[in-house]
T-cell receptor, first 114, second 109 residues
Framework: DGGITQSPKYLFRKEGQNVTLSCEQNLNHDAMYWYRQDPGQGLRLIYYSQIVNDFQKGDIAEGYSVSREKKESFPLTVTSAQKNPTAFYLC?????????????FGSGTQLSVL | GDSVTQMEGPVTLSEEAFLTINCTYTATGYPSLFWYVQYPGEGLQLLLKATKADDKGSNKGFEATYRKETTSFHLEKGSVQVSDSAVYFCALFDYKLSFGAGTTVTVRA
C-alpha cells in the first residue's frame, strides 16, 4: 500500500543533542513538507521541498534543517539551536504543488526533551 | 500573508446534535479551501475541499461551502456520532497549506 511513513513514533532528545526524524513516501510525490503541531496553535510549516535537491524555509525554520537527496525521503533534523523542540511533527506530501492537490500526512512523531 | 481563523474549542456535543465549526480566511488571491480531520494519535486526513467560490465540499455527512463574499468556509454536520470526535482543521492552499489552530470536537453518547 502506498503511503507516508514517519519514524520513530516517539523520540526523546537530550539537551544539546541533534535528532533526526525520518519521513519516507512511496506515492511518487514530488512535493514534501514538514509541519510542527503545538496544542492550540494548529500546524506551522517548517520546511518544504518541491523537487529533489531543493527545499525552502517555511514559517518557523530556525533551529531545523532538512535534506532531499532522494524523491522518497525528506528527513528533518532538530538541532540544538531549537530551544523548544517538544511538539508533534507531521510530514506530508503531494504530487505537485498545485492549488487543489490534497496533502497526504504521515502518522507523526512526538518529540520530547529529557 | 494568507491566514485562516477558526472558532476555538473545545466543542462538546451529544450524539445526533448539529455541529458547526466556523472558519474565515484572508487571502490575496483565490485559494482552495480544505477541512482536515485528525483522530487521536494520527496524522491529518482530508475531509473535504472546495476550489472556487460557491463550491460545496461534502464527505461523510459533513459539508462546507466556499463563500467568497464573507471569506468563510464553515463546516457543518446535521447529526454527529461518537466516531466524529476529533480535531478539525480549516486550511487554505496557495503555494503551501496554511492551517487554522484546530477545533477539538468531543461527541458524547
Amino acid at each position: 500500500d502506498g503511503g507516508i511513513t514517519q519514524s520513530p513514533k516517539y523520540l526523546f532528545r537530550k539537551e544539546g543533542q541533534n535528532v533526526t526524524l525520518s519521513c519516507e513516501q512511496n506515492l511518487n510525490h514530488d512535493a514534501m513538507y514538514w509541519y510542527r503541531q503545538d496544542p492550540g496553535q494548529g500546524l506551522r510549516l517548517i520546511y518544504y521541498s518541491q523537487i529533489v535537491n531543493d527545499f525552502q524555509k517555511g514559517d518557523i525554520a530556525e533551529g531545523y534543517s532538512v535534506s532531499r537527496e532522494k524523491k522518497e525521503s525528506f528527513p528533518l533534523t532538530v538541532t540544538s539551536a531549537q530551544k523548544n523542540p517538544t511538539a508533534f511533527y507531521l510530514c506530508a506530501s503531494t504530487k505537485v504543488i498545485a492549488t487543489n492537490e490534497k496533502l497526504f500526512f504521515g502518522s507523526g512523531t512526538q518529540l520530547s526533551v529529557l | 500573508g494568507d491566514s485562516v481563523t477558526q472558532m476555538e474549542g473545545p466543542v462538546t456535543l451529544s450524539e445526533e446534535a448539529f455541529l458547526t465549526i466556523n472558519c474565515t480566511y484572508t487571502a490575496t488571491g483565490y485559494p482552495s479551501l480544505f477541512w482536515y480531520v485528525q483522530y487521536p494519535g494520527e496524522g491529518l486526513q482530508l475531509l473535504l475541499k472546495a476550489t472556487k467560490a460557491d463550491d460545496k465540499g461534502s464527505n461523510k455527512g459533513f459539508e462546507a461551502t466556499y463563500r467568497k463574499e464573507t471569506t468563510s468556509f464553515h463546516l457543518e454536520k446535521g447529526s454527529v456520532q461518537v466516531s466524529d470526535s476529533a480535531v478539525y482543521f480549516c486550511a487554505l492552499f496557495d503555494y503551501k497549506l496554511s492551517f487554522g489552530a484546530g477545533t477539538t470536537v468531543t461527541v458524547r453518547a
